[in-house]
Structure formats: structure tokens, C-alpha cells
């Protein structure tokens, strides 16, 4: 069931890590978020989540706006740099810490890994430095008190999705041992200052959002509305990412990829026409997107794609 919330205008983004070039399973989360901005005449904006130096891989974030641009995005006012923001983080983490919500943490990585349960999103923080009142210092990490309660959203493709932080990821970070923001903490921060009312992405992070809500709610920052995109799942059956060497598009054929990459978005449309150009590809396509079509599916086989 896709919801529209009457008289709210759309303002989307998509927000790429540049870990890697730009492949079909992120040209995917930019191609649903950029429909649903043409389908209700709204905006699209980007931004460039560089915020982890050692996963990125230099000239990444150039390439990817090429291609965008190749593929015929156009997007509303400057890109935004999570590396140009971190004063605005260091703001947020100030405000969540007058107000009692976050630990230091001295856990490494290793030392969590044996003591962790395991959940959908990953390792569940077993508690361990909540209550011992640790001297914020370099070296230790930041991690919110997750309240004990349930917390509930409604996703446009999914329906009502419950979540129990304390259960699904424990007290997460905010701020990395290292000293680095964690997304978590960028994504909120951003998503506000970019005024976004709708996050379309992959269902990869739908794990995520109900941290994300925790820490809007915290910090009195608006919710937008949300649609987590199926994934796109490689032979391995995993899905298809720059981990797992998903290669980068060539530009040079951005109409069969983009034709490609709506086959996945709209599987009840047998194939599309021959395009002149990407602006014709783009009007054809946002006349034909429902989203209500992947309502309910939670996985595309790559090899779902008619012209794959
Ligand atoms: N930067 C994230 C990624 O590339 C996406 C963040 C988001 O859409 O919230 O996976």
C-alpha cells in the first residue's frame, strides 16, 4: 500500500557512499527516489555521504556524478559533502549528550565480536560499558542508550515495520572510536538539514531507520516518510554491491542500463520502447512507475530483469 500524505511536497534525495563507482544495485535506489520526485512533482537532491575515508576509493564521488549525469539525473541546487558538515555533527552529539543519551564506550571491534549476539542489522551491543560512567577521551567511541521500548514506522512498500532497538542493535554509535561520525548519527543530521520528507533506498537499510527515528526523535528532528527499495541479489544470493564486486556501469550504454534498471522497478511492464535520449527515457518512465507494484517483494533475482 503506497501512502501519500496530502498537501506535503516531495523533497527526495539519494545519497551515495563513494566507496566505488555507481552499479546497477545503487542506479536502482537513485532511479526509485528520482521517479517518485518526478511521479509527485517534487525535488531531488544529492548527497555525497564521504564521511569514512579509509572505505572510500579516491575519485569515487567525481565518477558518480558523472554518471548521474550520464544516466540524465538532474538535481536540484549543490551536491552536498558529509565532509564539509562535521561541525553540524559535532553540534548534534553535543545536544544528544546535555540531554543524557550517550556513553562512552571502550569496546573494540574484536572484543564486541566475541561477546555479541547477532541480529538482522548486525552485532547487538551486549551493554557493556553503559552503566561505568567512562570519561568521553580519543580512543572511545560514543553510542547511544537505546530507550526499552518498541518503536514502530510505517514503510510505503512494507507496511507497519516493529522494531526493539534494545533487542536489534543494542546502544549503537554515534561517534566512532577512530573519531569518525557514524552514518547513523550523518544520515539524521542531514536529512533534516536537507529538509527531505521522503527516503527512498534499498531494503538493506531498513535495518537502520528505526535507529534513525530514535535519534530524530532525540534530537526533535522531523521523521520522513519511508520506501525501502527490494535489492537486487547477485547468483551468490547476495546482494549485488561494490563489496561483492558489482561492477561500475559504463556510461557509454546509460539507456540499456537505465531500461535495465526499470525492468526491476516496474515488473509488470514488459520492456521499454526505443529512447533517443535519456530526457525521453526519463518522461516514459516516471508516466509508467507505480510503485504499488512491488508492494510487498522483498528481493529482485538478478536475473528477474526482462532485458538482463
Ligand atoms: N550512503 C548510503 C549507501 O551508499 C545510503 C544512505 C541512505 O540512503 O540513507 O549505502
Known amino acids: 500500500m503506497t501512502v501519500e500524505i496530502p498537501g506535503q511536497s516531495y523533497r527526495g534525495r539519494f545519497a551515495p557512499s563513494p566507496t566505488g563507482p555507481l552499479h546497477l544495485g545503487s542506479l536502482l535506489a537513485a532511479m526509485g527516489s528520482y521517479l517518485e520526485s518526478l511521479r509527485l512533482g517534487g525535488e531531488w537532491l544529492l548527497r555525497m555521504e564521504d564521511l ?3 572505505r572510500e576509493m579516491p575519485g569515487a564521488a567525481d565518477q558518480i556524478l558523472r554518471s548521474l549525469e550520464a544516466h540524465g539525473f538532474e538535481w536540484h541546487g549543490p551536491v552536498m559533502y558529509q565532509s564539509d558538515r562535521s561541525e553540524h555533527y559535532l553540534r548534534a552529539i553535543s545536544q544528544l549528550q546535555a540531554a ?12 564486541l565480536a566475541k561477546v555479541a549476539s547477532q541480529s538482522a542489522g548486525g552485532p547487538v551491543y551486549p551493554g557493556t560499558c553503559r552503566e561505568l560512567d567512562l570519561k568521553d577521551q580519543p580512543g572511545r567511541a560514543l553510542r547511544v ?13 512494507r ?25 547513523q548519527l550523518a544520515v539524521v543530521v542531514d536529512d533534516a538539514a536537507q529538509n527531505i520528507s521522503h527516503v527512498v533506498r ?18 526533535d528532528l522531523p521523521t520522513p516518510a ?20 558489482a561492477r561500475g556501469l559504463d556510461d557509454r550504454h546509460a539507456l540499456a542500463n537505465l531500461a535495465r534498471a526499470f525492468g526491476y522497478l516496474a515488473p509488470d511492464i514488459p520492456s521499454a520502447p526505443e529512447f533517443s ?32
Open 159 to 183: 507496511g507497519r515495520i516493529c522494531s526493539k532497538l534494545a533487542r536489534d542493535s543494542g546502544d549503537f554509535v554515534v561517534r566512532r572510536r577512530d573519531g569518525l561520525t557514524a552514518y
Open 226 to 245: 519511508y520506501m525501502h527499495l527490494p535489492l537486487i541479489l547477485g547468483d551468490d544470493g547476495h546482494k549485488l554491491s561494490k563489496q561483492n564486486g
Open 100 to 111: 543524557g543519551w550517550l556513553f562512552a564506550c571502550r569496546c573494540s571491534r574484536r572484543e
Open 145 to 157: 542508550r537505546v530507550p526499552a521500548v518498541e518503536l514502530s514506522f510505517h514503510d510505503q512498500l
Open 52 to 54: 569514512d575515508p579509509p
Open 202 to 219: 534499498g531494503a538493506d537499510l531498513l535495518d537502520s531507520t528505526a535507529r534513525q527515528i530514535a535519534l530524530q526523535r532525540a534530537l
Open 277 to 308: 535520449g535519456t530526457a525521453e527515457f526519463w518522461a516514459w518512465a516516471s508516466s509508467q512507475w507505480q510503485p504499488a507494484a512491488l508492494t510487498g517483494r522483498l528481493v529482485f533475482a538478478a536475473s528477474a530483469s526482462p532485458s538482463a
